[in-house]
């Protein structure tokens, strides 16, 4: 399925469906989470190890605090994104929550002009179906490339897609499909040799 763009069904409610009183709860739970990790990290008995950990799931809660906020304002503020730093925040994610190995590859700095917390979704939703494929020691190798185009790689050494494990909501492919298209990209599926999937993000240029 070489160069195939990402078409989903969809099969559940929109995105979006939740209330304003639901939201502000949310957002309330994750202040308090964030509050609390940061006096975590405070301690001066941490271990190295522990740090590094509680030190990703301060950065995750921040920004799940920052998409609810985000929700609740509806609106999208574009900057210029340094991908690489997204990169390699996903890969210590999934590398803490998952069997495999997960590495960032990228010569040289890539910027973005681009809604930060919607290129996360789509980052974050591809790294983790791309490491559940992989398995406990498979691997999974992230890329970014200036272009133009600017262009994200994840590739993946598992069975190939739609051959491994499903994801607990089968919702992901359709935050990747919505906010990458809202963000300008297409998303294109390729097999790899012998095994394996590498899914690519192509963001248009202001050209296209």
Known sequence: MSSELLRHTDTGPAPGLFSGDVLHDLGH??????????????????????????????????RLLALVRQASAAECAPKPVDVVALLECAAQIATQTGGAAVKVRADEPVLLVTDELSLWRVITNLVGNAARAAGPGGEVELSAEPGPPVTVAIADNGPGFGRGP??????????????????????RFEDRTPH?????????????
């Open 166 to 187: 499903q994801g607990w909501a089968a919702r992901g492919l359709r935050i990747v499909s919505e906010q990458a298209g809202a963000g300008g990209a297409q998303v």
């Open 29 to 62: 739970g994750l202040f308090a989470l964030s509050c609390l990790t940061e006096s975590v990290l405070n301690s001066e008995r941490l271990s190295a190890g522990a740090h590094r950990r509680i030190a990703v799931i301060s950065d995750e809660t921040a």
């Open 196 to 208: 394996g999937t590498c899914v690519r993000l192509v963001f248009a240029t202001p050209a296209d």
